[in-house]
C-alpha cells in the first residue's frame, strides 16, 4: 500500500524534483504555494517507482494531486487500491484542462463529476510583455511606471539578503497598518509570507526588493517552474504611486537577468473572488485564466436523479434556485442558529466582505457540480421559499453524511424531523448509501430528531455523538 510522508522541509526538499518537472501551469503544486498554504490542509508527500502524489485536505476529506513521474498510469492503479483499503473517495485538485481530458479518457476514472471555482483561477500572463509593456494594451501600466519615475525616481531593484529580512518585517508591519480593515484571507496570507521568506534561499526562491531612497518600499517572491515565472508574494506599500506594475514589471527582468534567458509565462496565481484583486490583475492583460477543476471520482452523488423533488406530509425537499439566494445568506450568516452546525462565517478565510449571496449560493454550486455534496432545500411547497437546507455530503464510496438546518421560526413543528426523514430515506433507498449523523453532545433536540428517524448511536467524542442509518435489505 501507498505510504505518505507528511509535510515539512526535508519533504519537500525531496519533492522538488518532481515539481519543478511538473507540465502544468497551476501554482497549486509548486513549493511556494505549498508551504505558504499548507497549514491546516494535512499535506503528505508519496514517492512510489519514481512517482510522485501529493495528498490534501480540501475541504473536510483528503484528495490527490495527479501523479508526476515515470509511471504515472501505475500510480493511478495503486491510488485506487488505496483509497478502497482506506474506505476514502477518490479526488484530485489542482486538475488543468490537459489533465482533466486525460482523466475523462480513463474509464478507471469514470464516471466521476468535476467543477472548478473561478475564485482560485490562476492568472498567466506573458514573460516578454511583462518586462516592457509594449504596445497600445499596456498604456495605463506604463504611465503608472513613468509617474512612478517622475515621484521617486529610477527604482531600484535587487536581490532581498538573510541581513534584509528585518527590514522586510519593518516593511509588512507598515504595510499592515495600511490595510487596517483587511480580510481575514489576507491577514493569514502576511503571516505565511513571513514563513515563505524565512525558507525560500533553502528552495532557490527569487526573493527581490524595490528600494526609494533606501528604504524598502515592495518585495517579491518567486520560484520558477519549467517555462513559468510563479509569483507566490506581491507586497508594497501603496502610498507610493505605480509601486505595483514598476514592482511587477521590475521583478520578472530580474528574473531575466539572473537566468541570462527569458521564460514563456509568468503566473501570478489567483485573485480569491476579491473584486478589487479582479480587476487589477484583468487589467495587466492576461493570456489565460488557468481553471483548476476538483475532480471526484465514482462520486454517490451521480446517483442522484436532477431535478429532484421529494415530498412527505406536505413538506418539499427540491433542487436549490437562484432565486433562493437571499434565503441562503440570512440562513449561513444567522450566527446562533449556525452554532450547532458548527458554522460562523466570521471565521470563513474564504468570504468576501461583506459575505454576499452570490458568495454562499456559488459555493453550494460547486460543491454539488464537483460531486462533493447533495443540497436540497426545504420548503413548504414545491414553488415555496426556502426555510433550511438538506445536505448529503462527506460522501465515502458508500456513505454519506446528513445535516439539516432550518430558520428559527420553523423549530420545535416537527418540520425538521419530516425533511430529515425524507432525505436520509433517499439516500439509504435510492442511493444505497450508509448515512451517518451526528450531533453535538449537549444539544438533546437534534438527538431525538436523530433517534427519532430510525438511527442508532454508533461512537461518540469529546464533541459529538454519531449515529447511523444501515442501508436497508
Known amino acids: 500500500m501507498l505510504k505518505f510522508k507528511p509535510f515539512s522541509p526535508q519533504a519537500l526538499l525531496e519533492a522538488l524534483p518532481y515539481i519543478r518537472q511538473n507540465p502544468s501551469l497551476c501554482s ?69 484542462e490537459e489533465i482533466l481530458n486525460k482523466v475523462k479518457s480513463d474509464s478507471r476514472l ?68 495600511e490595510h487596517p480593515d483587511a480580510l481575514a484571507l ?14 525560500s534561499a533553502q528552495f532557490e526562491m527569487f526573493v527581490t526588493g524595490l528600494f526609494i531612497e533606501e528604504k524598502l518600499a515592495a518585495f517579491s517572491i518567486g520560484e520558477v517552474i519549467g517555462d513559468m515565472l510563479v509569483i507566490h508574494v506581491e507586497k508594497a506599500l501603496r502610498r507610493y504611486r505605480g509601486i505595483y506594475p514598476a514592482l511587477y514589471s521590475g521583478f520578472v527582468r ?23 484583486l479582479r480587476t487589477s490583475k484583468m487589467q495587466y492583460q492576461p493570456l489565460m485564466l488557468k481553471h483548476k477543476y476538483l475532480v471526484h471520482v465514482a ?69 454539488m457540480q464537483a460531486g462533493d455534496s447533495l443540497n436540497l432545500a426545504v420548503r413548504l411547497s414545491e414553488n415555496g421559499e426556502m ?16 445535516g439539516l438546518r432550518l430558520f428559527p421560526e420553523y423549530h420545535g413543528k416537527g418540520l425538521g424531523r419530516s425533511a430529515f426523514r425524507m432525505a436520509s430515506g433517499y439516500a ?3 442511493l444505497k448509501l450508509v448515512v451517518r449523523a451526528r450531533c453535538y453532545r449537549e444539544n438533546a433536540l437534534s438527538r431525538r ?5 430510525g438511527f442508532t448511536p454508533s461512537a461518540q467524542d469529546e464533541t459529538f455523538d454519531w449515529f447511523e442509518l444501515p442501508v436497508r435489505k
Open 428 to 430: 439509504v433507498d435510492v
Open 299 to 367: 462520486t454517490p452523488a451521480l446517483r442522484a436523479v436532477q431535478p429532484l423533488t421529494l415530498e412527505e406530509n406536505g413538506i418539499f425537499l427540491t433542487e436549490f434556485r437562484e432565486s433562493d439566494k437571499a434565503a441562503y445568506l440570512r440562513l449561513n450568516t444567522d450566527i446562533e442558529n449556525n452554532r450547532f452546525w458548527g458554522y460562523d462565517y466570521r471565521e470563513d478565510l474564504y468570504l468576501p466582505s461583506p459575505p454576499s449571496e452570490e458568495a454562499f449560493y456559488d459555493s453550494v454550486v460547486y460543491d
Open 387 to 402: 426555510i433550511g437546507e438538506a445536505v448529503l455530503w462527506n460522501f465515502t464510496p458508500d456513505s454519506a453524511e446528513l
Open 186 to 199: 489576507e491577514r493569514f496570507e502576511v503571516e505565511r509570507t513571513k514563513e515563505l521568506l524565512s525558507v
Open 254 to 276: 530580474f528574473v531575466c537577468d539572473s537566468l541570462g534567458h527569458p521564460l514563456k509565462y509568468v503566473n501570478r496565481e489567483d485573485d480569491s473572488g476579491d473584486p478589487g
Open 449 to 453: 430528531m436523530i433517534t427519532s428517524c
Open 28 to 96: 497549486d503544486l509548486t513549493a511556494g504555494y505549498l508551504i505558504m498554504w499548507q497549514e491546516g490542509m494535512n499535506v503528505f508527500f508519496c514517492v512510489r517507482d519514481e512517482t510522485f502524489v501529493i495528498r490534501q485536505d480540501i475541504g473536510v476529506q483528503p484528495a490527490f494531486s495527479y501523479p508526476l513521474g515515470k509511471d504515472p498510469e501505475g500510480m493511478i492503479d495503486e491510488l485506487l487500491r488505496y483509497t478502497e483499503e482506506q474506505h476514502l473517495p477518490l479526488r484530485f485538485f489542482a486538475v488543468d
Open 110 to 177: 469514470n464516471p466521476s463529476k468535476y467543477a472548478f471555482d473561478r475564485r482560485w483561477s490562476d492568472y498567466i500572463y506573458s514573460f516578454e510583455e511583462a518586462m516592457t509593456f509594449r504596445g497600445k494594451k499596456y498604456s495605463g501600466q506604463r504611465n503608472h511606471i513613468n509617474n512612478f519615475k517622475k515621484l521617486y525616481g529610477e527604482p531600484v531593484i535587487r536581490a532581498l539578503r538573510e541581513e534584509d529580512h528585518p527590514a522586510v518585517e519593518e516593511m509588512l508591519r507598515e504595510y499592515e497598518a
